[in-house]
């Protein structure tokens, strides 16, 4: 069997418009805190209701999508390797 070709395109996406955090439960309404990604003041929250600009989780969730895939990939070469 050769190697597995994906059809599928990585979907691309704007900063910005990957989450939807329009509800009042992403907004800090007493203060600032540090982001946690990029350490600049922020009065947004993520799901956690951690501190986070909701450009820098969507890079952040963009990276980690990557890197699985990336590693995905490497473990779907390996095992065609031991087939061989």
């Known amino acids: 069997m050769g190697k597995?070709?994906?059809s599928r395109r990585r979907p691309e996406?704007?900063?910005g418009t990957l989450l939807d955090w329009s509800?009042?439960?992403h907004w800090?309404?007493?203060?600032?805190r540090p982001c946690r990604y990029c350490g600049n003041?922020?009065?947004?929250?993520d799901g956690d209701r951690k501190p986070a600009h909701k450009t820098c989780a969507e890079t952040a969730l963009d990276?980690?999508?990557r890197e699985a895939e990336a590693a995905y990939f490497r473990k779907d070469s390996a095992d065609d390797?031991?087939?061989t």
């Open 4 to 6: 597995r070709k994906s």
């Open 13 to 15: 996406w704007t900063p």
């Open 23 to 25: 509800g009042p439960g």
């Open 28 to 32: 800090d309404f007493d203060r600032d």
């Open 41 to 45: 003041p922020t009065r947004l929250r």
């Open 63 to 65: 990276e980690q999508a």
């Open 81 to 83: 390797d031991r087939r």
